[in-house]
């Protein structure tokens, strides 16, 4: 089976590098992604790195086309497994030098820095080395012993899913998604709860029903959004599920390429669920680190609500200023 697993190598390294290089060179989000990456501090530009990323996504596209056309040739085996090497060092630098940071290895997450990056170069590292040593192209081999190599497939399959950038979002969600449809919402109560007591207290006029975080109206002159939580009702919904909605938002895609931290810090403050950040405002050696604040309702999830109310500040880390920061 080490045999087969060896010679299956090229196939399996190229489903690896085909779809990174791809996401890199081809994906709208590097250019939006690059400047979250160590390689923006290595490289002080934002603007190179986001060109290196498409430089190496094109290198590893070449690489898997080599691997799947020419697995018996040693060079493209060796080529990735020095990628690998590069990648590890990379994220050695990466770990010590912007720890918060995004590793930028797929160019389509913008998780930071896991030890799941870690295991996927030396993943790379590993399968380079094997399938520099391939004996036999990799469709023979498969022809030879079908179930076998179908299994060998997918274990590898697996096993880099488990490892990808994101678990999070690829595949627990979708399991926590189902089921909640087969076994209905745990919080159900709960929002129904204080849905009756905001009612109530409207009508009986004995106070508020809702709470407004101090924040002032849009340029437009528009009120701010009110949440939905009632004033004084605590809320269930995990931090983990408020950064992942506020992820997802137009407002954060207005000023993500500012913010260049995971998650600080939060508060709830009449509810409204408060998430920090640090930024940086401006380019090269005119950047200021800012402090990027946005208040989303803390009620929200992925489960009630698609594009959630949400406000932005984006201040002056040092003397507290407010900062204008445009998409």
Known sequence: ????????????????????????????????QAPRTALARLLR???????????????????????????????????????????????GYARTAAPGSSCGCTARQEAPLTWRAFARAAAVLAGGAAAAL??????????????????????????????????????????????????????????????TAAATAA?????????????????AGAPPPVPLTAAGARTAVPVAATVELLERSRAWQS??????????????????????FAGAYGGGTAARPVLVLFAVDAAASLDTVREPAVR??????????PVMATA
């Open 255 to 276: 000023v993500s390429r500012v913010v260049r931290s995971a998650l600080m810090d939060h508060w709830d403050d009449g509810g409204w669920r408060i998430l920090q």
């Open 203 to 219: 009508a009986t006029a004995v106070a508020p029903a809702t709470t407004q975080a101090a924040m002032p109206p849009d340029a």
């Open 45 to 91: 530009d934002d603007g190179r790195a986001a060109l290196f990323l498409r430089v190496l996504g094109a290198a590893e596209l070449l690489l898997a086309a080599a691997l799947l056309a020419w697995p018996t040739t040693p060079l493209p085996g060796a080529g990735a497994a020095l990628l690998g090497v590069g990648f590890l060092g990379y994220l």
């Open 312 to 321: 932005v500040s984006v201040i002056d880390a040092d003397s507290g200023a």
């Open 134 to 195: 391939a004996r036999q192209p990799w469709w023979t081999a498969a022809a030879r012993h079908p179930a076998t190599a179908a299994c060998l497939v997918l274990a590898a399959a697996v096993a880099l899913t488990a490892l990808s950038a994101d678990p999070e979002r690829r595949w627990r969600m979708p399991l926590r998604r189902l089921r909640l449809r087969i076994a209905g919402h745990p919080l159900a109560a709960t929002a129904t709860a204080a849905a």
């Open 1 to 32: 089976m080490s045999a087969l697993a060896r010679d299956l190598a090229p196939l399996a390294l190229a489903g690896v590098l085909g779809p990174a290089g791809a996401g890199k060179l081809f994906g709208r989000g590097t250019a939006r």
